[in-house]
């Protein structure tokens, strides 16, 4: 589906669609992500119940929430939000990743509306949601302004929306480039571009140009020692997230 606005950037969609068939391979292109999402989703979980007062505790805690996962890849954070009972929309701008997202979630027993599209033409279409979730994807758009723009428009007047992203600045630079890419080779040389990384002020005011209001933000830290990641109210350095409301 071709949109006839769109911030999809092609160089970064060929990246995406490259590594697709590895997206459930714990070991493999995607191994950062995989450890990183048991604290993603903490902090997702976290601020769904708290914004729409769910117990996570209960079944189905989710049950009756539309939740929309822009950038699903193959379906990481897609699934865990179905499994709580959620009615969860997976688009990608990266084709190939869709096949792969589908195919787990039938493996797996779930029912989840994987579409090869993006924001804006999901926007267009006047489609809406209870929470957009837009993890690891602002940085890898062509316009984040207009890219947010769009996710602002997917949610339902008092919706929650859920961005992560790269600060920028040198130890951004030294951890997710040269680390992660050159050192432990965890992802392909390339992957990220540190020039399109956000900082979490730039962020902010973003989400506010977009109709949005930001109410929250916290860093994603990496522990070598214990290798695990962990939330952070304080160090936003290189990953961070945030969350924020549109208006009643």
């Given at each position: 589906m071709q ?11 060929a990246?995406?669609e490259?590594m ?9 292109k ?22 729409f ?20 890849g193959?379906?990481?954070l ?23 997202a589908r ?6 027993g ?10 804006e ?16 994807v ?5 316009s984040p ?16 929306h859920l ?6 600045n040198?130890?951004s630079y030294m ?6 890419e ?13 020039s399109?990384f956000?900082?979490?002020d ?27 990641w962990s ?6 350095s290189?990953?961070y997230v ?7």
């Amino acid at each position: 589906m071709q949109a006839h606005h769109t911030t999809v950037d092609p160089d970064e969609i060929a990246k995406f669609e490259a590594m697709a068939a590895e997206w459930w391979d714990q070991d493999g292109k995607f191994k950062p992500l995989h450890m990183l999402n048991p604290c993603r989703l903490d902090y997702i979980t976290n601020q769904i119940a708290g914004e729409f007062d769910r117990d996570l505790t209960a079944p189905l805690p989710f049950k009756g929430l539309r939740i929309l996962d822009v950038g699903c890849g193959g379906g990481l954070l897609a699934e865990p939000m179905a499994r709580m009972g959620a009615d969860v929309v997976g688009a990608d701008a990266a084709e190939g990743n869709i096949p792969v997202a589908r195919i787990h979630a039938e493996q797996s027993g779930l029912e989840i509306d994987y579409r090869h599209t993006t924001a804006e033409d999901m926007a267009a279409a006047g489609e809406q949601f209870d929470v957009v979730l837009n993890m690891e994807v602002v940085e890898h758009v062509a316009s984040p302004i207009d890219y947010l723009t769009a996710c602002g428009q997917l949610l339902k007047p008092g919706g929650l929306h859920l961005c992560s992203t790269l600060n920028r600045n040198p130890k951004s630079y030294m951890m997710a480039i040269i680390g992660a890419e050159h050192v432990m080779r965890w992802l392909p040389r390339g992957t990220h571009d540190w020039s399109k990384f956000i900082t979490p002020d730039e962020l902010f005011d973003l989400l506010t140009r977009a109709g949005l209001v930001p109410v929250d933000r916290k860093g994603f830290v990496f522990n070598p020692i214990t290798w695990s990641w962990s939330l952070s109210d304080r160090d936003l350095s290189v990953n961070y997230v945030t969350a924020s409301l549109k208006p009643d």
